[in-house]
Nanobody
Framework: QVRLVEAGGGSVQAGGSLRLSCAASGFSFGTYCLGWFRQIPGKEREGVAALYTTDNSAYYADSVKGRFTVSQDEAKRTLYLQMNSLKPEDTAMYYC???????????????????????RGQGTQVTVSS
């Protein structure tokens, strides 16, 4: 059974940093499509960052490029999202998501397309005040 558990959210002032973590279980962590997306009530999900764990290929939304970094610790089966220079518009519920790749080299990974992931966690709230 796939399980994703996020942690690390909180309230920070603009310009601050947070590191989110996503503890994963129930699947082969080393060959999976993983991602982070965020959602504000009443708005569509926004893909923030994605990682193909086999080769560490990473993808970022333009809105977070240069500020956020996605990474993994395979031994701990954990995905991270380091968020620096946070802005009030980064305020949202952040979710970790996963999908098994079915094509070589993760070419079919959803990347930033949040709706195409199969699994997601319960979310962790990030609030950035100005």
């Amino acid at each position: 059974q796939v399980r994703l558990v996020e942690a690390g959210g909180g309230s920070v002032q603009a310009g601050g940093s947070l590191r989110l973590s996503c503890a994963a279980s129930g699947f082969s962590f080393g060959t999976y499509c993983l991602g982070w997306f965020r959602q504000i009530p009443g708005k569509e999900r926004e893909g923030v960052a994605a990682l193909y764990t086999t080769d560490n290929s990473a993808y970022y939304a333009d809105s977070v490029k240069g500020r956020f970094t996605v990474s993994q610790d395979e031994a701990k089966r954990t995905l991270y999202l380091q968020m620096n220079s946070l802005k009030p518009e980064d305020t949202a519920m952040y979710y970790c998501a996963a999908k098994a790749p079915t094509a070589p080299y993760g070419s079919d990974c959803p990347r930033l397309n949040a709706s195409q992931y199969t699994y997601r966690g319960q979310g962790t709230q990030v609030t950035v005040s100005s």
